[in-house]
């Protein structure tokens, strides 16, 4: 089955849940594979585009995106199509590697979960958002933790899944280069206003699904579910991305905490609204609630991909 999935591609629609839910394995043992990681040639081929042909156009921006999609595209197929005829034992194995590169759960809780014990918090936070932490607060850094927490269980781990299953090697590749696009020039500055606002609106529609999903599964874990239900759908359109907010404010319902606020990025203020409800304060104890989640996540999201894959 593994061998001519690829090459018959075009002949139906094939779902990769068997790929999916070893590639996930993989990730939640292993985590992050030695060697240089695919997102770091991705962003290398963004900054040499950038210094190359850099002008603040949304056309310009256009072609950098249409670069880095096609050439994403045809190494992963590439990939996939030789991955496809090697003996049955190991294609799988080999592509479940390569997708797993793609996946970013491991990571992703350790990265929170090390700011707990860091040394200093605020610089350990500054290596995975954008705002300036310098000057938070221990409560800040909470909050932000949880936020990133919440938003990056969609960007790192519910969407590329979503889309290796539906597309198999190809799907997770060009959705993680379309992520890391956004998160290199999406930014609405001067500096990327026009250049990158196609990449961020792609992101915004790779994301649509995916976030709310996300939203839907925090909501599920949440020991009370409909404030989680009621912040999420009260709270989870406010923001400016229109995917952000659904996991964030299912989070801070989950918790009974409220999350968002205005933040410091660039060295400007940006005025954001509240999500949730103050119910419970931010601290340690609620951000290793909201990690706690992890295992919950895992039995759902392995138990869908076990069922998909005996069914297909």
């Known amino acids: 089955m593994v061998r001519n999935a690829y090459p018959t591609f075009m002949q139906g629609w094939p779902m990769y849940f068997e790929l999916a839910l070893l590639a996930y394995l993989l990730d939640l043992i292993i985590g992050e594979l030695p060697g240089k990681h695919p997102v770091m040639w ?3 081929f963004i900054s040499a585009f950038e210094r190359r042909f850099y002008r603040d156009r949304i056309l310009t921006g256009a072609l950098l995106v249409i ?3 096609a050439l994403t595209l045809l190494i992963a197929v590439t990939l996939a199509y030789l991955a496809g005829w090697l003996p049955a034992w190991l294609s799988l194995p080999v592509l ?3 997708a797993s590169t793609g996946l970013a759960m ?3 809780h350790a990265s929170v979960a090390g700011l707990l014990t860091a040394e200093n918090p605020r610089q350990a936070l500054s290596y995975l958002v954008s705002r300036d932490t310098q ?6 850094v909470h909050k932000a933790a949880l ?5 990056n269980l969609s960007d790192g781990v519910i969407a590329p899944l979503f889309y290796l299953v539906l597309f198999g090697l190809p799907g997770i590749a060009v959705y993680k280069a379309v992520n890391t696009m956004d998160s290199m020039i999406g930014y609405k500055i001067e500096r990327y206003f026009y250049f990158g606002k196609v990449a961020a609106r792609l992101d915004d529609i790779a994301n649509y699904l995916p976030a709310r999903l996300t939203a839907l599964l925090i909501i599920a874990l949440a020991d009370d579910r409909r404030r989680a239900w009621q912040c999420c759908r009260r709270d989870g359109g406010k923001l400016e991305s229109p995917n952000a907010g659904f ?3 299912a989070m801070a319902g989950a918790l009974g905490v409220a999350l968002g606020g205005d933040a410091s990025y660039h060295g400007r203020i940006k005025r954001k609204p509240v999500l949730g409800l103050a119910v419970n304060a931010v601290n ?3 951000l290793k609630q909201a990690l706690n989640m992890k295992t919950g996540i895992n039995l759902i999201v392995l138990g869908i991909l076990a069922i998909g894959a005996l069914l297909t």
């Open 247 to 249: 996991p964030i404010a």
């Open 106 to 108: 491991h990571m992703l």
């Open 284 to 286: 340690s104890t609620i």
């Open 135 to 140: 000057a938070m607060t221990e409560t800040d």
């Open 42 to 44: 991705m962003g290398d």
């Open 67 to 69: 670069s880095l999609l």
């Open 147 to 151: 936020e990133t927490w919440a938003e």
């Open 96 to 98: 479940a590697v390569l």
